[in-house]
């Protein structure tokens, strides 16, 4: 899948583990999806999970809208998108398709934090990597 700043794109498939006793996604399995796109996002933007200093994303706030039922064995598409990055705070929405119908969508906000849990301002090179050049 060919990726654009600011955007990413990852499948999950749906195992047994992940739906509840009819067959459907457990609702609060989108958050542990969600939490792998963003991981893998990190990573395709070369910025570490923690960083060497001990920063960090955290999440502050989420909101989730589920729209359509995912079932067992369908293979969900995640897009993330970064919203907007400044200070040190990042929105995303996480957008999860069956085939072409949204199933659920997630808007995250997320606050970036040293090891002693304070607020940390985003490093000018992260926002870069993490905008589309037309919004930074």
């Known amino acids: 899948m060919r990726q654009i700043p600011g955007q990413f794109t990852q499948e999950i498939r749906v195992y047994y583990a992940d739906t509840d006793a009819g067959g459907i996604v457990y609702h609060a399995r989108y958050l542990e999806f969600a939490e792998r796109c963003r991981s893998e996002f990190l990573r395709h933007i070369g910025c570490p999970l923690v960083s060497d200093e001990g920063n960090n994303f955290v999440v502050r706030r989420a909101q989730i809208e589920w729209h359509a039922p ?43 934090i040293t090891k002693a849990l304070r607020p940390a301002r985003l490093p000018a090179s992260l926002i870069a990597a993490m905008l589309p050049p037309s919004e930074m």
């Open 70 to 112: 995912a079932r067992l064995d369908d293979l969900l598409i995640c897009q993330t998108l970064v919203i907007s990055a400044r200070g040190a705070k990042v929105n995303m929405e996480h957008r999860f398709f069956a085939g072409e119908v949204m199933t659920t969508q997630i808007s995250v906000e997320l606050a970036y």
